[in-house]
């Protein structure tokens, strides 16, 4: 049976703030999917993931798993989910494995099979040759990485995670994200909040964009593939104004004009792509148009249009 998280018009005001961290947040997570919340900084992320983690209590609404209340019952969000805070584990003073093992040992493991799954997991994060370097010695990246270790070596049903790949070098970055799609295969439910689009488009489920504290944008991530798939960018480069102003521009979903720059750039879907190229090939051979550049229209573009300069200095 397939059990669910589920935020019911959850809102936190922190004491003496004048607006909502977030506010009336409508969100089901499912078993065996990776959802990845993204958002300018402010957006009310973190916020919520200490909501669902027990340590920020809301100020309305509910989060319930398996018919028990984390927002009333905080004991049982930490026993249902593991957290990999956005700062890093208190690691001085201990090495990074007596740090996983720790965690291994709260969870009730012995010393012997806490070393074992300690080992495992930092072979396969391919971190063990620092497994003995006391956390004080250890680098941003490999701090996190010992931080998400201690996430996942023993895992909860639910496993949040706080920006995990930053600092972590690209092949890492991969490694985790392969660890997750095992683990969400393995019937977790992953959340992950994170600023990298371009991972998000590659390894994410789900997309969740935050916004003011608020759920902007909640699409399947497959779905989304598609639809962007089908979309291009075209921008092409005139050579005067005039030229420019007299064009008859072909069909296309959106089109800008930049008499400045002399410039033109065009949405497009894939249909109409090859009546764009031969109208700019025309333009070309008449000697109107320099050059003209046509890339898909990628993830990250369609973030930044949603939230354009709609940042956390511009909330009221
Ligand atoms: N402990 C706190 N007390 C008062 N206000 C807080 C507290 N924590 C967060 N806030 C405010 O709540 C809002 C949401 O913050 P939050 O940290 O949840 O955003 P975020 O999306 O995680 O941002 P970032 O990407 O920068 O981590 C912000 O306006 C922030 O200033």
Redo the contacts with the bound molecule.
């Keep these: 049976m397939n059990k669910q998280l589920e935020l019911h018009s959850l809102s936190k005001k922190?004491k003496k703030?004048n607006h909502y961290?977030n506010e009336n947040i409508n969100l089901t997570f499912n078993q065996g999917e990776i959802s990845a919340i993204t958002?300018h900084?402010?957006?009310?992320?973190?916020?919520m993931l200490n909501q669902i983690i027990g340590i920020t209590k809301p100020t309305k609404g509910s989060i319930t798993f398996d018919g028990v209340s984390f927002a009333t019952d905080s004991k049982m969000a930490r026993e249902y989910v593991s957290m990999m805070p956005?700062l890093h584990a208190p690691l001085d003073g201990v090495t990074m494995a007596q740090s996983v093992e720790s965690i291994l040992k709260i969870r009730g493991l012995n010393q012997k099979e806490a070393k074992k799954e300690c080992n495992k997991i930092l072979e396969e994060l391919k971190i063990d040759e620092w497994k003995d370097t006391p956390g004080q010695k250890l680098s941003g990246g490999l701090r996190r990485l010992t931080s998400f270790a201690m996430a996942v070596a023993f895992p909860s049903p639910i496993i949040v995670l706080d920006e995990p790949t930053n600092d972590v070098d690209p092949i890492r970055r991969q490694i985790i994200w392969k660890h997750l799609k095992k683990l969400s295969n393995d019937g977790h439910i992953i959340i992950v909040?994170t600023h990298n689009i371009l991972e998000v488009e590659k390894y994410a489920d789900r997309y969740i964009l935050?916004n003011r504290?608020k759920v902007l944008e909640d699409k399947n991530l497959k779905e989304q593939s598609i639809e962007i798939s089908e979309r291009n960018h075209m921008v092409v480069n005139f050579i005067n104004l005039n030229d420019l102003k007299d064009v008859i521009i072909p069909n296309a979903i959106k089109t800008n004009m930049d008499n400045e720059e002399l410039v033109i750039a065009m949405e497009l879907t894939n249909d109409q792509v090859s009546d764009a190229i031969n109208w700019v090939m025309n333009l070309i051979r008449e000697r109107k148009v320099q050059n003209y550049k046509i890339s898909p229209k990628s993830l990250n573009e369609t973030y930044g249009e949603m939230i354009d300069g709609d940042d956390?200095n511009s909330r009221k």
């Design positions: 922190y703030a961290a958002g900084n402010g957006a009310g992320k973190t916020t956005q909040v935050m504290g956390e």
